[in-house]
């Protein structure tokens, strides 16, 4: 059974592929008169060759194998056939609604693995002075924690557009199917290696791979590299599709601003991951070569310059931080029309203010090094352009307010989340014109205070949108009903901890601890400074416990939860007129327009079934 | 022509205008990796005044390897007319010596300008060790020749699929997409050639 599914083929295939890549690597060095052994070179070549086996072992890639040989591949609906349903979610399914799942449960494994990295240096920072763990052992899982959570955020950003996108325009499937898998399955390989680099010294000099110390750090930032690489090619050729996607499958009369207001936030999103993927692509690929090869980008001694590293590194890194947002701000947008009864305030201004705040990101990234040393009129500049971020922001807040303003407010455990979003994103986005004004930055700079403003920011942002989301659409993916209670703990015990936790960060910044040690002086603050960090780790668990409260909420609601009705929340949105759980051909008929998608409160529909064409959507 | 058959070719139409707008988005985001690696090349190529510097390479390698693969971006597009206008022999042969070419292309950088393979007549001075210099000449190429052993490949699949007639008039969406490419190719050439060879004083 177990050799039936892909996943276990493919990770045979990894471990295959990157022995066989190293030893290729060895004779072939033996051969060329060099020393057998560099651990660079050596680990390089063996974990981007057990990458491509994972595609291959997965199945990832059998069609365009079999295109390369001049057949054609019809594409192959519903479960397999000799084989067990559930099989499909461990295999490569061309289905968007599968590889929607498939992206969500593997962002909410990600998340909790990086979220307990995290639990684990948070109970060290408890007390003052070195308890339990060694430094390098800190060092390690605070470079874990950064990324295994930025892959999951990334994953759950995928894994929201590729199930809700299709389903909100109508569309039958995504533009690109094959590719669709291809995308998801890259992350496999890729997380494994982000985690096996522990084994291999981790990325110890943090989770930006700033050279020197990252191009001198342990070997571990050569898998970090690689396997950003192939996260990095997932965005892009992720992303791609939802733009053709969005762009050419609407149905007639859908035109661009008729669409649900999320779609607007994956466009502006995959605009992004498109284009600024390629930076840090390109900056993590400098930093391999120069590692294994010697070729001297960053390395001053040749007349490299670790400064070009910092540019090229948040040319990506800052609008990625759009990229983790701005779906969740979609998702915030998309749900409080639903309860509030009310239409979307300002649609063009949302739809628009999303494209905007994706494009003046890609001017913003010098606020990340006020403190590097480059010429100092260019922060003036940097510290403008930031600053104007907030402008679309509070656009999307004014319009928040605005459609919640005389609604007939309904508070089930989605709206509250969304609410609550709306708290701590407030919470990340007030503190960010603190960092981005010169001034205070200079001496906030690599402090716990910017941990905190992040963390509101990516809570606000995704994490809390993401449970919103989860909640919301559970009734359709699984066709029951979570349970309300269990829901509603979950979101009071997440919520005032959070505050907590993000205060107490935020706290501790201003007294001077520096983020990244493993150690403070407890005389901080007036000597407050361990009890607020106490504060944080008992926040921080209560955050995991409620995080553990979801997943078992999930897990039992699929099975024994009260059967949904189709429309639980009487929302207006295209995947809500039809059956729950989604069927395989989501659409028995193509849609037609025939209203705006937030009129609530009115009569006339948003989209109907052209029941005349019936059956045409499948004859293809 | 049978309803079946019109409705077939719509939805190769609708399939291929779909593919055409995902290949130019893939092109727009290779821009910023090749745009990164320029703005890398002129940031770490510059002496202490600040002016731009490059180092002293062998022009007559440059420019012949250049006109090769411009040459081979001529014999693509004859490739993809002709079959556009179903001369499947012409279309094979062209296809042929664009990838003929673009081998040659590899050749030139990897013997003459990497100097990975030592002749006796070619004086070598930049390894991939060399500073700045054999940094970003290595990087630039590297990443190029990556590309251009791609598009050798995808022109080996669609000569071989061409020759099993797989390709017709109204359907050759692979044809298409091998031809734009490998012109995509040639164009990152055209500002790489001038970003290693030309711009700025030569210093040693
Ligand atoms: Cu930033």
Redesign the pocket.
């Known amino acids: 059974m177990l050799m039936q599914l892909g996943l276990t083929r493919g990770l045979i295939y990894q471990a295959a592929g990157t022995v066989l890549g190293m030893v290729v690597t060895m004779v072939w060095r033996l051969l060329a008169g060099m020393p057998l052994w560099d651990q660079e070179v050596v680990f390089v070549v063996g974990g981007l060759v057990g990458g491509f086996a994972f595609m291959w072992g997965v199945g990832a890639i059998d069609d365009w194998l079999e295109w390369c040989r001049g057949k054609a591949t019809p594409l192959v609906h519903g479960p397999p056939r000799d084989k067990p349903a559930w099989t499909r979610y461990f295999s490569t399914d061309y289905n968007h609604k599968v590889i929607g799942i498939q992206y969500s449960v593997t962002s909410l494994l990600m998340l909790m693995i990086g979220g307990s990295f995290a639990l684990i240096f948070r109970a060290e920072l408890a007390q003052a002075d070195l308890q339990f763990l060694g430094m390098g052992m800190y060092n390690k899982l605070i470079g874990l924690h950064g990324w295994a959570v930025i892959a999951a955020i990334l994953l759950g950003v995928g894994g929201m557009a590729n199930y809700l996108v299709p389903l909100m325009i109508g569309a039958e499937d995504m533009a690109f199917p094959r590719l669709n898998a291809f995308a998801f399955w890259i992350n496999v390989p890729g997380g494994l290696l982000l985690l096996a680099s522990a084994f291999l010294g981790g990325f110890d000099a943090g989770w930006t791979a700033y050279p020197p110390l990252s191009t001198q750090g342990s070997v571990g930032y050569q898998f970090l590299f690689l396997a950003i690489y192939f996260v990095g090619l997932s965005s892009i050729l992720g992303s791609l599709n939802l733009l053709v996607t969005i762009l050419t499958m609407r149905p007639k009369g859908m035109d661009l601003f008729r669409i649900p207001i999320f779609c607007w936030a994956v466009l502006a999103t995959s605009l992004i991951q498109l284009t600024a993927t390629q930076a840090i692509g390109t900056a993590f690929l400098m930093g391999l070569s120069e590692r294994a090869l010697g070729m001297g980008f960053f390395d001053p001694e040749g007349g490299g310059n670790p400064i070009l590293f910092q540019h090229i590194f ?1 040319f990506y ?3 990625a ?1 759009y990229v983790f947002v701005l779906p969740g701000l979609g998702i915030i947008s998309e749900l409080l029309p639903v309860f509030s009864r009310k239409p979307l305030f300002g649609y063009r201004w949302i739809a628009l203010s999303s494209l905007a705040i994706a494009l003046v ?1 890609f001017l ?2 010098g ?2 090094m006020f403190t590097s040393g480059y010429s100092p009129y260019l922060r003036v500049p940097f510290m403008v352009a ?1 600053l104007l971020v907030a402008v679309p922001t509070g656009v999307k807040f004014f319009s928040w307010v605005a459609t919640m303003w005389g609604g007939r407010l309904r508070f089930p455990t989605p709206m509250l989340f969304t609410l609550g979003a709306i708290s701590v994103f407030l919470l990340g986005g007030l503190t960010g014109p603190i960092l ?1 004004t010169v001034a205070s930055d200079l001496y906030l700079h690599d402090t716990y205070f910017v941990v905190g403003h992040f963390h509101a920011t990516l809570f606000g942002g995704f994490v809390f949108p993401f449970c919103a989301a989860i909640y919301f659409w559970f009734p359709k993916i699984t066709g029951r009903m979570y349970n309300e209670a269990l829901g509603k703990l979950h979101f009071y015990i997440m919520t005032p901890a959070f505050w907590l936790m993000s205060i107490g960060q935020m706290t501790v910044g201003t007294m001077g601890m520096r983020r990244r040690i493993v150690d403070y002086d407890p005389t901080l603050g007036g000597g407050l400074v361990e009890a607020r960090h106490l504060e944080t780790t008992i926040a921080a668990f209560l955050i995991g416990l409620s995080i553990l409260i979801m997943i078992y909420n999930l897990v039992t609601s699929a099975e024994i939860g009260v059967r949904a009705p189709a429309n639980p929340w009487r929302s207006r949105s295209p995947e809500w007129q039809i059956p729950s759980p989604v069927p395989e051909h989501s659409f028995a008929a193509p849609l037609q327009v025939v209203g705006e998608p937030y009129d609530y409160g009115l009569e006339e529909e948003y989209v109907v079934m052209d029941e005349s064409q019936a059956g045409h959507a499948q004859a293809h | 022509m049978s309803a079946l058959a019109a409705d077939a070719i719509e939805v190769y139409r609708t399939a291929t205008r779909n593919n055409r707008m995902g290949m130019w988005l893939f092109f727009f985001s290779e821009l910023f990796l090749f745009g990164g690696l320029l703005i890398t090349r002129f940031a770490l190529w510059v002496d202490e005044d600040g002016h731009i510097i490059r180092p002293e390479l062998d022009q007559n390698v440059g420019l012949i390897v250049t006109v090769v693969l411009l040459a081979s971006s001529y014999f693509m597009n004859r490739s993809e007319v002709a079959i556009a206008n179903g001369r499947k022999r012409d279309f094979l042969v062209s296809l042929w010596i664009t990838g003929f070419l673009g081998v040659v292309f590899l050749l030139g950088v990897v013997i003459f300008e990497w100097g990975l393979i030592h002749l006796p007549f070619v004086e070598h001075h930049i390894g991939p060790t060399d500073g700045v210099f054999g940094a970003v000449i290595f990087g630039m190429t590297g990443m190029h020749a990556i590309h251009v052993i791609t598009g050798v490949a995808f022109i080996v699949v669609v000569w071989r699929n061409g020759k099993r007639d797989v390709y017709t008039e109204e359907r050759h969406w692979g044809v298409e997409a091998c031809a734009i490419y490998w012109h995509y190719v040639d164009l990152v050439w055209i500002f790489f050639y001038p970003a290693i060879y030309l711009i700025g004083h030569a210093v040693h």
Do not use: I, K, Q
């Open positions: 948040w890194s800052h609008p931080v990101g913003v990234w606020h990340h930031t981005a």
